[in-house]
């Protein structure tokens, strides 16, 4: 899943909401390339949007609330996690209501209507948040949530109760494709004993047997059970036993685990981005979810563009002699050692920094640093090999620079650093002019950073 993606087709879905207990109607519809998922408020004046991100988020208790200029959306987490799993970036939201269906109480309705909608693949690439590194988040009472690095996008999640019913539980999700079957379907879960309270907070007057696994694990008077359906409005019930109360059983020994780990798929989509990185979360919650969101899309602040991946042991997409076909260049003049990803729009190569440089003879001996003018040589020559990609027999075109633009040098180059360029094409090319806008990294950090307008010309 490589460019971003939206829904082919509007879907509606109605039910009653968790929180209120009122009809609620969301409908579904496709948005444009670096949308976002969005919520817009039908049925409030001016018809609020509030984008579905981290920062957004105003409460986590019995589902997560994201709120903006007034305007707020809850139990979102559903949805979000069904959108994640399909891998929809951008998406429009419309609700009548300050939350969504609760529905079965589970991810499945969602996940039905968006399969049957259909899925349309966009133009723009996917911006992914790589985890490179272990990150590690803890909390009291032993709750943690762990990243580290993988090819894809995997999940594992723990949870423990003190609970006679329901006490320790694992679930793990290794592939997205397996979502509809092995997630969607856990319904979310509440213990007998917080019923009471939660009613008296306005928190579940939507709640009921049909959307909702009901734990009873402490044994409890008849007359007490009789005033909590009298309070859920239900018809009464016998309980003779321990264990759990609804008359449908559980579609897995696992379903509150399962659903804990759609909750903190849901919650963690919040970043705004599709993760490709292991997770595993140990007795998560919204509050700790959304905590964790928050402080990775805080970090993206710091960094907007995140370094691309570099393994040095898998092969160039370009190595050294295929760049001497493309380009003119050659030494000491050629800046480019190889190309290890090429893409419609987008580009990165590699230049490994050596204390043989010539610059280095004169270019401060005694601290050599790698000149700018050169940094930015070496980008224009990577975004040089994209354009060049763009035409059907490259040897026989070379690219001249006419412009460059907004040069930031962040961070000084010296013999031995790697340096990783990426170059976007930021329009279509026209006329035989691109526009790009190019990065130079050394590790995790950015070094410099312009923007080009280049032009094909054909060689005489």
Not at 35 to 61: Q, W
Not at 104 to 129: C, H, M, P, R, V
Not at 304 to 331: C, F, G, T
Request: aromatic letters at 8%; charged letters at 25%.
């Amino acid at each position: 899943m490589s460019k971003q993606r939206t829904i082919k087709q509007d879907f509606t879905l109605q039910g009653k909401g968790l929180h209120t207990g009122i009809e609620i109607i969301a409908t579904f519809k496709p948005a444009e390339i670096d949308n976002g998922i969005r919520f817009v408020r039908v049925d409030l004046e001016g018809k609020p949007e509030i984008p579905a991100l981290a920062e957004n988020v105003t409460a986590s208790e019995r589902g997560t609330v994201i709120s903006k200029n007034n305007a707020s959306v809850s139990t979102i987490e559903h949805a979000m996690a069904t959108l994640f799993a399909h891998g929809i970036d951008n998406c429009t939201i419309e609700v009548n209501a300050p939350e969504l269906p609760i529905l079965d109480g589970s991810a499945a309705i969602y996940n039905q209507a968006l399969i049957k909608a259909g899925i349309q693949e966009q133009d723009e690439e996917k911006n992914y948040f790589y985890v490179k590194e272990k990150i590690e988040y803890n909390y009291e009472n032993g709750s943690s949530i762990v990243l580290l690095p993988d090819e894809k996008f995997s999940i594992h999640t723990l949870i423990d109760f003190n609970s006679p019913v329901l006490s320790n539980q694992y679930a793990t999700l290794d592939s997205l494709e397996k979502f509809d079957e092995e997630i969607a379907v856990a319904r979310t879960f509440v213990f007998v004993r917080e019923i009471e309270p939660l009613l008296k907070q306005n928190l579940i007057k939507g709640g009921d047997l049909d959307n909702a696994i009901v734990i009873y694990d402490q044994l409890m008077s008849n007359e007490d059970i009789k005033h909590l359906t009298d309070l859920m409005n239900l018809p009464p019930i016998q309980v003779d036993k321990l264990g759990y109360l609804n008359k449908k059983p559980l579609v897995f020994n696992n379903e509150p685990a399962r659903h804990k780990l759609m909750d903190v798929m849901g919650d963690l989509a919040l970043i705004g981005r599709p993760i490709c990185g292991k997770v595993i979360a140990t007795k998560p919650g919204h509050a700790i979810n959304t905590k964790v969101a928050k402080a990775i899309q805080h970090s993206f602040r710091k960094q907007e563009i995140q370094a691309p991946v570099y393994n040095p042991n898998s092969e160039p997409v370009m190595d050294i002699n295929r760049v001497k076909q493309l380009l003119p260049h050659r030494w000491p003049f050629l800046m480019v050692d190889k190309i290890i990803e090429i893409k419609d729009k987008s580009v990165v190569g590699v230049k490994n920094v050596t204390g043989n440089e010539t610059f280095f003879v004169g270019h401060f001996p005694e601290e050599p640093v790698m000149p700018g003018v050169l940094l930015v040589e070496a980008m224009a020559q990577v975004g040089g090999i994209l354009v060049l990609n763009t035409v059907d027999d490259p040897k026989k075109y070379s690219t001249y620079f006419l412009k460059i633009d907004d040069v930031k040098f962040r961070q000084k180059v010296s013999p031995g650093d790697t340096i990783i360029f990426k170059l976007n094409l930021l329009t279509e090319v026209r006329r035989g002019c691109a526009y790009m806008q190019g990065y130079a990294f050394v590790g995790e950090t950015m070094v410099a950073e312009a923007q080009f307008m280049a032009q094909i010309i054909k060689n005489k």
